[in-house]
């Protein structure tokens, strides 16, 4: 004969409530469990790294913005961890080469990316194709540093400020060139909005990188170029090279005399670069907090800071969080411009 129990009606809902009081309380131990076994494991990662070399990739050949800023931020921190730190220059399709190898790198931090906004915010919405996603195969560390491009034309070119810029191209329609460090970079951005604006016939000449560009600036075989300020203000104060006018919507500390393209007729014009280091996604927590304290502690230091500057380069220095908030702010500003100006490109 089976027996069977009887509960009380009364007493059902007792025990239905100290059941399910016992399976919070069960599911809470364990959701800390897991939280405490997190914990540990980021700081184990945290305090291993680095543990060999660590390398950061520059999407453009030596000489460029990117370069500068990576050769001097990682100096420093190799002296910080006691490993050596290896920039690699991988230029090609605006940095996306650089970008997918480091997406495809292992997780583990000592493979990182300079980046240029561009490469993150521009690229998706610019190209066709890519052989990666950066906002979802990319893990934001800190945004470093930020500069102002500046329209920049050779000496043998007559013209000493924008609007003059403006009424010689418009003589002869077609036959002036602007250069850029490739395509979507926010140099070929700068040259396509101020073409818009200005109603210009102005001819694109993308290279793989600011040296070639500047090279060519120096040998007057393209007009101009809305280059990065970084290596174009020694060659302005050398008087190599002829500096008309700034992209920030204000005048830059280290240019007081260059005016913006907004105060040269050309309003809400806005086009500045920032630079961020990035690592692949899934890299431990632990290893990105402390790339990115010791990358912030290493731009407080005020001869890197004055380094920095005297080329026209402001620190930064955010958080991941303030980095992922800035990327994701930016990549619907530049969705939104690339597709009123029909800008898309194979390349």
Partial sequence: ????????????????SRFEEFRMKAVRNLMAIFAALLVVDAAAAQSTFPDRPVHILVGYVPGGPNDIIARAIGDRLALAWGKSVVIDNVPGASGNIAGDRVAKAAPDGHTL??????????????????????????????????TPNVLTVPNEVPAHSVQELVALTRATPGKYTFGSAGVGTTQHLAGELFKSMAKLDLQHVPYRGAAGV????????????????????????????????????????????????????????????SFGLMTAACTPS?????????????????????????????VMGNSPAEFSAAIKSELVVWAKLIKEAGLRTNE
């Fill in 113 to 146: 990316l300079l980046a240029n906004m561009a490469q993150i915010v521009v690229n998706p919405s610019l190209f066709e194709k890519m052989s990666y996603d950066p906002v979802r195969e990319l893990a934001p560390v800190s945004q470093v540093a930020f």
């Fill in 286 to 314: 632990g290893v990105i907090d402390k790339i990115y304290r010791d990358t912030a502690r290493v731009l407080t230091q005020a001869d890197l800071r004055q380094k920095l500057a005297d080329i026209g380069v402001i």
């Fill in 1 to 16: 004969m089976l027996m069977r129990l009887r509960v009380p009606r009364g007493s059902r809902a007792g025990l239905v």
């Fill in 214 to 273: 500047i090279t060519d600036l120096l040998g007057n075989r393209i007009t101009m170029f809305f280059g990065n300020i970084a290596p174009l203000l020694p060659l302005i104060r050398e008087g190599r090279l002829r500096g008309l006018a700034v992209t920030s919507l204000e005048r830059f500390d280290a240019t007081p005399e260059l005016p913006t393209m907004a105060e040269s007729g050309f309003p809400g014009f806005d086009v500045t670069a």
